[in-house]
């Protein structure tokens, strides 16, 4: 468009503006706004915020552009794949009004750049988040920064909006996240009934063992839970020893068949033995090599083609075809990401197609969009159904089983996104008591419905607590001058209480032995948060978070100090015995740090400082619904989580 042509089509935009707008589009104008993720509801919302005039835009977002995004994520081209979402998003959203302000960040939004005055310099942030930590974490900051969010999610059909505003409603942590079901290892190694059981095995188990960390090297793995199946657990750790020594003759002609006939002959026969596991179950059935190698040669079809069915349930002959291909593709990535010789010869340079490797112990990882490890799961995961007698399932609905994805629907990205604007029109106008918690709900009487904010927690572990601000001089400050000058001697607290941070304890009154060091010996740095809890039986404080400030003191001054100097802590409710929780306001103090401890030290599925249990080690991720996928979080109160 020529300059001529700019100035009107300027003054027009900005008249519809004003007339939609009223009074408040002044303020709209000059507004800072932050946006982090930059996915299905992102792409939409972006363009809302663009369209809507808001003046300062900033974008965060570590991802960047696959394939499967370009269906819904509409500010996306297929020339785009393998870019940050948050820079294309910013060039393509900027095209749509040029006269506003975009800032965008291909980064995660939990690195140190983004500190709490950062966030203190929004008027909003909104959240298009595709994970609980994340939103944890930006939920977390915004209530440190005293600044509104306005938390979004989506799955499938159904959408949730949520105003939080520190003081006034519910935080994203005042309700308690479903925690995902979880498998033993021998159901999954063992006894699989569902096909996410033979997914999980694919992805979980034979991928690892095959292109990835050995399961005896992972320390995730736990086998605790399953102690009452020792002699069982013994025996699978011998599977796994046999699997990495076959990894050896990775690149040869015959890996194929060592690895068809370890995994889906040898191991099913051993299972066939165990007598007590089928007296009330089918028993699996061995696959043997030479006869499936011949019934998939006859069909003609190579592993390629049969790939691209990815809506088609292959059968036996076209999965061991794909087996084979993605087996052998993926050694020769593994191999070349080694920088050595395949058995069979050189290797090609080249980049590898997606699939992330390790550059020092040179791994391959699993990666829904990476159609090479894609294939070789999904092809493993219908083998191994066939085995037990369980119905295979598609490409495609492996890959969102696979991936933890929930079905994602750019209508509803779309009324969500739109809701979030009409939800900070009420918050820029300081209108809260309209602001409301809005559901989308397919099944229901309405699509649309919203209840009123709920008042916060009282006993939330991130709301509910106290907040100040701790400023240490770095070269001086340990953490006993914290507990003598700041809490003992200023606040007044007695001798039960503890110090820890999202490392672990780092004081209470057994374990004394850190008190001499600085902060920095401690993992303790600037914008990092210290978690003060009172364990005082008759009438104990509720939490108090310290967010650490590093600035350099005088020296005749302590080199501690808090802001501000005097704080009136409020006392925790007193609860009836009978109704009172497990773990109140935070609960039990997380692992310790390193330092030696008098007396036992908190259990891995204690809640940790954010009140978010431990998963334990050792189990698999179960769906809500037989044989449907598998949830990263679940559709109760709280926001719901995203697949982008």
């Known amino acids: 468009m020529e300059p001529t042509a700019t100035k009107p089509v300027a003054l027009k935009r900005e008249r519809y503006y004003r007339q939609s707008l009223g009074a408040m589009y002044g303020r709209i104008k000059q507004s800072r706004v932050l946006m982090v993720g930059a996915g299905g509801i992102g792409c939409e919302l972006l363009k809302n915020l663009v369209l809507t005039g808001f003046g300062e835009i900033h974008i965060v977002d570590l991802d960047t552009i696959d394939l499967s995004n370009l269906n819904r994520q509409f500010l996306f081209r297929h020339e785009h794949i393998k870019k940050s979402k948050a820079l294309v998003a910013k060039e393509s959203a900027g095209k749509f009004n040029p006269h506003i302000k975009l800032e965008a960040y291909h980064a995660n939004i939990k690195d140190p750049q ?10 909003l942030v909104f959240n298009a988040l595709d994970n609980i930590d994340a939103r944890r974490h930006v939920n977390k900051m915004c209530l440190a920064a005293n600044v509104p969010l306005i938390e979004s999610g989506t799955t499938g059909f159904n959408g949730q909006v949520q105003v939080i505003i520190k003081g006034k409603s519910e935080c994203y942590d005042c309700n308690t996240k479903e925690t995902p079901k979880t498998f033993p290892v021998c159901t999954i190694r063992s006894t699989p009934s569902q096909p996410i059981h ?13 292109f990835g960390t050995s399961e005896d090297e992972v320390p995730e793995f736990d086998h605790t839970e399953d102690s009452e199946n020792a002699a069982e657990i013994e025996n699978l750790r011998k599977e796994a020893h046999a699997l990495n020594e076959i990894r050896q003759s990775m690149g040869s002609d015959d890996f194929p ?45 190579v592993g390629d083609s049969v790939a691209k069915r990815d809506q088609d349930v292959w059968n036996l002959a076209e999965n061991f075809t794909v087996f084979c291909d993605s087996l052998r593709r993926l050694s020769r ?52 159904s066939i085995i037990f007698g369980i119905q295979p399932r598609s490409k495609f609905d492996i890959k969102q089983m696979a991936g933890n994805i929930i079905p994602a629907i750019a209508t509803t990205n779309a009324m969500t996104a739109s809701l979030c604007v009409l939800q900070a029109f009420k918050v820029i106008r300081g209108d809260l008591n309209k602001a409301k918690m809005v559901f989308l709900e397919r099944s229901g009487a309405r699509v649309v419905n919203s209840e009123s904010l709920r008042p916060p927690n009282p006993d939330c572990p991130v709301c509910g607590v106290m907040l100040s601000r701790l400023v240490v001089d770095p070269l001086r400050a340990t953490l006993n001058d914290l507990v003598q000058d700041i809490l003992r001697s200023d606040l007044g607290y007695g001798d039960e209480f503890s110090i820890s941070n999202e490392v672990g304890t780092l004081y209470d009154p057994d374990l004394e032995d850190n008190l001499s060091k600085k902060f920095s010996e401690l993992g303790v740095d600037a914008d990092s948060f210290l978690t003060i809890i009172d364990d005082d039986e008759e009438n104990p404080r509720v939490n108090l978070s310290l967010l650490v400030s590093e600035k350099s003191l005088p020296e005749d001054s302590k080199p501690v100090a808090l802001l501000p100097q005097q704080l009136d802590i409020p006392r925790k409710r007193i609860v009836e015995p009978s109704k009172a929780p497990a773990h109140t306001n935070g609960g039990s103090a997380p692992p310790t740090a390193p330092g030696k401890r008098k007396r036992a030290s908190s259990t891995l599925d204690e809640p940790g400082i954010d009140g978010q249990k431990v998963a334990k080690r050792g189990k698999m991720q179960d769906t809500d619904q037989e044989d449907d996928l598998v949830l990263v979080e679940g559709p109760n109160r709280g926001a719901i989580a995203i697949d982008d």
């Open 257 to 301: 068949r060592k690895i068809f006939e370890k995994v889906f002959s040898d191991d099913i026969h051993r299972l066939r033995s165990m007598e007590d596991i089928w007296k009330t179950r089918q028993k699996p059935t061995a696959l043997d090599f030479e006869t499936v190698s011949k019934t998939s040669a006859s069909g003609g079809e």
């Open 198 to 210: 033979c997914i999980v095995w694919a992805k979980s188990y034979l991928f690892t063992e095959v």
């Open 114 to 123: 983004f500190n709490i005055d950062w966030f203190a310099s929004f008027e």
């Open 333 to 384: 990535r593994l191999q070349q990401a080694q920088g050595g010789k395949t058995n069979g010869g050189e290797i090609n340079g080249g980049e590898t197609n997606g699939g992330e490797t390790n550059g020092e112990s040179h791994v391959l990882s699993f990666d829904k969009d990476d159609d090479d490890t894609l294939d070789f799961v999904a092809s493993s995961a219908n083998m191994r």
